[in-house]
């Protein structure tokens, strides 16, 4: 919370003068968060604008529930609900299924991992479809669920499972929360994934490193999400200076054929499969580019 876009969207949605809670599992960063949106609050002299914050651990449903409970008691209703957490260290697979459970490694992975699946409980807490508080379908007005992941959640890179797999459970959720959301009798709540590129936050961004040219700002890539919730977008497939939509789609798209085409999962990597997937990318990038009346596509680095 302490850079990125959890306090990107925050700043822009208490500067239109929505009420903002944010919640973080450190102090410091949820301190520093809050006096942010406060002074953002005070400089647009906005009618309405308010902002509470509290410490959470997604990983215990207490946290969660309390939670709930006080953005309740203090506003009634919820009109958007971003659901994100990131687990920073980059773990492989062998670690998740064969490290010894006393291994601390082992465990930091199993918290981290529990938390991504306990952010289900998040969206259900704030009124999904759980038994107990069923509040963002019946809003009075329109709510927005949004679950924040990369592309790593469909292309899932080597080289740090964890992040893939929570940021697929993400994915999966979401889509589910759509799904149940549309069709539940008088809902006016939706679901949306939002997909971010490459975006410029974390410790790089906190120790005032300036941004990579291939990079998004966080106020950019927030700007994106709500033009797209706007026009009702499900998948919301953020780019960045360095890898456009088409490309991402396309990323996605030789994905999928692994199954469909009976390749060896994570082909894009595998050293039988680069050329053709280069050439694949080549090929469409190039056709696509043609179909625009366009010349060169620009800002492509790598494939």
Same mark, same amino acid.
């Given at each position: 919370?302490?850079?990125?876009?959890?306090?990107?969207?925050?700043?822009?949605?208490?500067?239109?003068?929505?009420?903002?809670?944010?919640?973080?599992?450190?102090?410091?960063?949820?301190?520093?968060?809050?006096?942010?949106?406060?002074?953002?609050?005070?400089?647009?002299?906005?009618?309405?604008?308010?902002?509470?914050?509290?410490?959470?651990?997604?990983?215990?449903?207490?946290?969660?529930?309390?939670?709930?409970?006080?953005?309740?008691?203090?506003?009634?209703?919820?009109?958007?609900?971003?659901?994100?957490?990131?687990?920073?260290?980059?773990?492989?697979?062998?670690t998740i299924v064969f490290?010894?459970?006393?291994?601390?490694?082992?465990?930091?992975?199993?918290?981290?991992?529990?938390?991504?699946?306990?952010?289900?409980?998040?969206?259900?807490?704030?009124?999904?479809?759980?038994?107990?508080?069923?509040?963002?379908?019946?809003?009075?007005?329109?709510?927005?669920?949004?679950?924040? *992941?990369? @592309?790593?959640? +469909?292309?899932?890179?080597? !080289?740090?499972?964890?992040?893939?797999? /929570?940021?697929?459970? $993400?994915?999966?959720?979401?889509?589910?929360?759509?799904?149940?959301?549309?069709?539940?009798?008088?809902?006016?709540?939706?679901?949306?994934?939002?997909?971010?590129?490459?975006?410029?936050?974390?410790?790089?961004?906190?120790?005032?490193?300036?941004?990579?040219?291939?990079?998004?700002?966080?106020?950019?890539?927030?700007?994106?999400?709500?033009?797209?919730?706007?026009?009702?977008?499900?998948?919301?497939?953020?780019?960045?200076?360095d890898v456009s939509t088409?490309?991402?789609?396309?990323?996605?798209?030789?994905a999928l054929g692994d199954?469909?085409?009976?390749?060896?999962?994570?082909?894009?990597?595998?050293?039988?499969?680069?050329? *053709?997937? @280069?050439?694949? +990318?080549?090929?469409?990038? !190039?056709?696509?580019?043609?179909?625009? /009346?366009?010349?060169? $596509?620009?800002?492509?680095?790598?494939?």
């Amino acid at each position: 919370m302490q850079s990125g876009i959890g306090l990107a969207a925050a700043k822009t949605f208490a500067a239109k003068g929505m009420k903002v809670f944010l919640a973080d599992i450190h102090p410091e960063h949820l301190r520093t968060a809050g006096e942010q949106v406060e002074a953002v609050i005070a400089e647009n002299a906005v009618h309405g604008g308010e902002v509470e914050t509290m410490v959470v651990d997604v990983s215990k449903l207490e946290d969660v529930v309390r939670m709930k409970e006080k953005v309740i008691e203090l506003w009634g209703e919820v009109a958007i609900l971003m659901n994100n957490a990131s687990p920073s260290l980059p773990l492989h697979p062998h670690t998740i299924v064969f490290t010894n459970s006393r291994d601390p490694a082992y465990l930091g992975c199993k918290v981290r991992i529990r938390s991504y699946i306990l952010i289900g409980k998040v969206a259900r807490t704030a009124g999904a479809r759980m038994e107990q508080c069923p509040r963002c379908e019946f809003t009075r007005s329109r709510a927005w669920l949004c679950g924040i *992941r990369s @592309d790593h959640g +469909i292309t899932t890179p080597p !080289g740090n499972a964890v992040y893939n797999v /929570s940021k697929s459970a $993400v994915k999966t959720l979401t889509e589910q929360l759509a799904h149940e959301l549309r069709n539940t009798p008088g809902s006016k709540c939706t679901a949306h994934l939002f997909i971010p590129g490459w975006v410029h936050t974390g410790d790089r961004a906190r120790s005032g490193q300036p941004k990579p040219p291939g990079a998004w700002t966080p106020e950019q890539t927030v700007l994106y999400m709500l033009d797209k919730l706007a026009q009702g977008q499900f998948y919301i497939l953020c780019p960045d200076n360095d890898v456009s939509t088409e490309l991402d789609k396309l990323r996605i798209n030789w994905a999928l054929g692994d199954i469909l085409e009976d390749r060896p999962a994570l082909s894009r990597w595998h050293p039988e499969y680069k050329a *053709r997937f @280069d050439e694949y +990318i080549k090929n469409n990038m !190039g056709l696509k580019a043609r179909s625009r /009346s366009r010349g060169r $596509v620009g800002g492509m680095t790598e494939l």
